[in-house]
Every structure is written in structure tokens, then in C-alpha cells.
């Protein structure tokens, strides 16, 4: 549950440090896997948590400019984690510059239902979280080793201790 913006801030600096481990990992060639013949690619899953910053926390009112919602999926790899850390860094800047905690409490119109921003922000992660998780079974797919998150991944396990995990 999100109270502070300081709750926020520091939940946000290590999903959005995980999710350029994520988008840091993609190789050009990757972006096109897909799991079945109508399901997303990689690179439209990873393109839609870059431009979910804007699309959701827009709007808040929050001033700031991120990667705009209806930006074209690039080609190149390495532009995904670079438009992703320019939209994350501008809205935690703003969020600094233009809320306090009694901001968390306004609602704002969100999908025909009243949210708080504190609200906004916890669907942020969520829904972060959610996409990162089909990233990375995407991204096995495709051959790339996946970076831990929430503890070591498999790769990371084993060059650890030598074993897979059970
Ligand atoms: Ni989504």
C-alpha cells in the first residue's frame, strides 16, 4: 500500500532498476519472438511497459515528458531500455518537484472509475510486474539469459552454486 511518496519512490527505483535488467538484456533479433502465432512479440510486450508510464501516469496531471503512449516500436534494442530510463527518470522527478503526500489521495478519472494516485501508482508496478514476468518467458524462448529480480534467476543460480534450483 502506497501512503508516501517516499513508499513510492523507493519501490519504484528497484522495479524500474529490474525492468532495465529486462529491457537491458533484449538483442534485436529478440524482438520478434513471439509463444504462439497471434500472441504478442517480444518486442510490443516490452514496448508496452515503456510507454504504460505515459499512458497511465499522464493522466494524473502529472507534468513530465516521457515516451509518448502512441510511439512506434523501434527496431534496435538498446532503445528500449534507453526511452524506458528517460520516462522513468522524468516522472520521478516531477513526482518530486509537483507532489506530497496528500497528493496520493486525489482521484483522477482512470477507465471510466475514480482512482487515487496512490492507486495509479500501485497498478503502476502491478501491471509492470505482469508484462516483465511474459518478458521473461519470452526471452527463454529466444535463447537470452534472464536476469534475477526478486532473487537470482536460474542462470545466476547456477553459476552461484554449481547446481539448478529444485
Ligand atoms: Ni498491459
Known amino acids: 500500500m502506497i ?3 517516499d513508499d513510492f519512490l523507493t519501490n519504484w527505483k528497484h522495479e524500474s532498476n529490474s525492468t532495465l535488467k529486462v529491457l537491458n538484456s533484449l538483442t534485436d533479433e529478440s524482438l520478434t519472438q513471439k509463444v504462439y502465432d497471434e500472441g504478442r512479440t517480444l518486442g510490443r510486450l516490452a514496448w508496452h ?3 504504460t508510464v505515459d499512458e497511465m501516469v499522464s493522466q494524473t496531471g502529472l507534468q513530465f515528458t516521457a515516451t509518448p503512449h502512441d510511439a512506434p516500436i523501434p527496431t534496435h534494442a ?3 531500455a534507453e526511452a524506458y530510463k528517460k520516462s522513468s527518470d522524468a516522472m520521478v522527478q516531477a513526482i518530486q518537484e509537483q507532489w506530497t ?3 496520493l489521495f486525489e482521484k483522477t478519472d482512470m477507465y471510466g472509475e475514480q482512482w487515487t494516485i496512490a492507486t495509479i501508482l500501485q497498478i503502476l508496478i502491478s501491471h509492470q510486474t505482469h508484462h516483465r514476468g511474459q518478458m521473461t518467458v519470452l526471452m527463454r524462448q529466444a535463447g537470452l ?3 534475477g529480480m526478486y532473487g537470482p534467476s536460474k542462470e545466476e543460480w547456477l553459476a552461484f552454486s554449481g547446481q539448478a534450483p529444485e
Request: net charge neutral; glycine share 0%; charged share 40%.
Open 3 to 5: 501512503r508516501k511518496i
Open 101 to 103: 503526500d496528500e497528493s
Open 145 to 147: 539469459v534472464v536476469p
Open 49 to 51: 511497459i515503456v510507454i
Open 78 to 80: 538498446k532503445e528500449f
